[in-house]
């Protein structure tokens, strides 16, 4: 199993960014997916999380209202739509994979990171 993690980069504050997760070993739609961040010095923190066929989303409060979670089943894929960034939210992101049907804190398969860097 490979979840791939990629979009990231320098930006400034104020911009957008989207972030995606593409899979591979194993059948994407039996998944919960979510994203997690990690920043410098810091405990890693849940950001996001879609069900299996995308008709649930859940948000941390932290970036609540300027994130956006999808998925594209077809293409094993899933997304991180950021918007008015802020340095603050520079980190690693990381999206992983949940065997399960409803959400919670254990996930199963982690990707590589992707780092996002917002300048001031």
């Known amino acids: 199993v490979q979840l791939q993690a990629s979009g990231g980069g320098l930006v400034q504050a104020g911009d957008s960014l989207r972030l995606s997760c593409t899979a591979s070993?194993?059948?994407?739609?039996?998944?919960?997916m979510g994203w997690f961040r990690q920043a410098p010095g810091k405990e890693r923190e849940y950001v996001a999380a879609?069900?299996?066929?995308?008709?649930?989303?859940n948000y941390a409060d932290s970036m609540k209202g300027r994130i956006t979670i999808s998925r594209d089943n077809a293409k094993d894929t899933a997304y991180l739509q950021m918007n008015s960034l802020k340095p603050e939210d520079t980190a690693v992101y990381y999206c992983?994979?949940?065997?399960?049907?409803?959400?919670?804190?254990?996930?199963?398969?982690w990707g590589q990171g992707t780092q996002v860097t917002v300048s001031s």
């Open positions: 879609i069900s299996r066929y995308g008709t649930l989303t």
């Open positions: 992983a994979a949940r065997s399960s049907s409803t959400f919670g804190k254990e996930y199963r398969y």
């Open positions: 070993g194993l059948t994407f739609s039996n998944y919960i």
